[in-house]
């Protein structure tokens, strides 16, 4: 495990991207472990590879490589957990991932619990019947195809939940900003109502400028006139 995350990245979204690209190969190969587990869904699996591995054999290296992905993601969940938070969207997004690890954990267990006790009927009713035990587990993988099919909407409730937590994050920092804007115009204001003498002195600085506009004006005016009259005359 010490191991494991001895190669993590420091930066906060190489490590969601790393996280988020275990979770994916993780979810896939529990459903393809999950079916296997239940003795209904590893057929096309095992066409080709029933000649050189048992079910037993594929069932314990899938085990493997399931249980060292899971090892790798709590790595990367401990490295996210070591990051200085920067708000509420950074705090529910370690508290996702760590949900969805304990929900692939406690999956993986359950999966791996289901195989032991089949195995154990299937050796039992084999001894007691032949061969009758190969279609005890049929409701099984039906079971946790729905159970699969519920954490799926739990994972997707809760990224719908971040998604709206972070444009609720946006939308109050927006909302600060627009006060502070507003508190600087209410002060600006207040100096000029406090101080009537810089009031007085920039609106006899606004009406001087308006004078000398005017007169410049005037005199363009004027000038033009008189040099159109000269040379028409």
Same mark, same amino acid.
């Given at each position: 495990?010490?191991?494991?995350?001895?190669?993590?990245?420091? &930066?906060?979204? !190489?490590?969601? =991207?790393?996280?988020? &690209?275990?979770?994916? !190969?993780?979810?896939? =190969?529990? @459903?393809?472990? *999950? $079916?296997?587990?239940?003795?209904?869904?590893?057929?096309?699996?095992?066409?080709?590879?029933?000649?050189?591995?048992?079910?037993?054999?594929? #069932?314990?290296?899938?085990?493997?490589?399931?249980?060292?992905?899971?090892?790798?993601?709590?790595?990367? &969940?401990?490295?996210?957990?070591?990051? +200085? *938070?920067?708000?509420?969207?950074?705090?529910?997004?370690?508290?996702?991932?760590?949900?969805?690890?304990?929900?692939?954990?406690?999956? #993986?267990?359950? +999966?791996?619990?289901?195989?032991?006790?089949?195995?154990?009927?299937?050796?039992?009713?084999?001894?007691?019947?032949?061969?009758?035990?190969?279609?005890?587990?049929?409701?099984?993988?039906?079971?946790? /195809?729905?159970?699969?099919?519920?954490?799926?909407?739990?994972?997707?409730?809760?990224? @719908? !939940?971040?998604?709206?937590?972070?444009?609720?994050?946006?939308?109050?920092?927006?909302?600060? /900003?627009? /006060?502070? #804007? $507003?508190?600087?115009? +209410?002060?600006?204001?207040?100096?000029?109502?406090?101080?009537?003498?810089?009031?007085?002195?920039?609106?006899?600085?606004?009406?001087?400028?308006?004078?000398?506009?005017?007169?410049?004006?005037? @005199?363009?005016?004027?000038?033009?006139?008189?040099?159109?009259?000269?040379?028409?005359?």
């Amino acid at each position: 495990m010490a191991n494991v995350g001895s190669g993590l990245p420091s &930066n906060w979204e !190489d490590l969601r =991207k790393q996280a988020r &690209n275990l979770e994916n !190969d993780i979810d896939v =190969k529990l @459903v393809a472990f *999950s $079916k296997l587990g239940a003795g209904g869904g590893g057929s096309s699996l095992q066409a080709d590879t029933v000649p050189l591995l048992s079910a037993d054999d594929m #069932f314990e290296t899938m085990a493997m490589e399931i249980q060292q992905l899971i090892n790798r993601l709590a790595a990367v &969940n401990d490295k996210m957990a070591e990051q +200085t *938070s920067s708000g509420a969207a950074m705090l529910h997004t370690r508290q996702r991932h760590r949900e969805i690890l304990q929900d692939y954990q406690q999956e #993986f267990r359950k +999966t791996q619990g289901n195989w032991i006790s089949r195995r154990e009927r299937e050796d039992l009713l084999r001894g007691a019947e032949g061969n009758g035990s190969q279609h005890i587990p049929g409701g099984l993988s039906r079971r946790d /195809q729905y159970t699969k099919e519920g954490a799926h909407l739990h994972s997707s409730h809760h990224m @719908v !939940d971040e998604q709206i937590n972070i444009a609720m994050e946006t939308r109050e920092h927006l909302s600060t /900003q627009r /006060q502070s #804007f $507003k508190k600087l115009q +209410t002060r600006f204001n207040d100096m000029s109502n406090r101080f009537p003498a810089i009031h007085s002195l920039i609106h006899r600085i606004n009406s001087r400028k308006k004078r000398d506009s005017l007169i410049v004006g005037i @005199v363009v005016g004027v000038c033009t006139f008189l040099m159109l009259l000269y040379a028409f005359n």
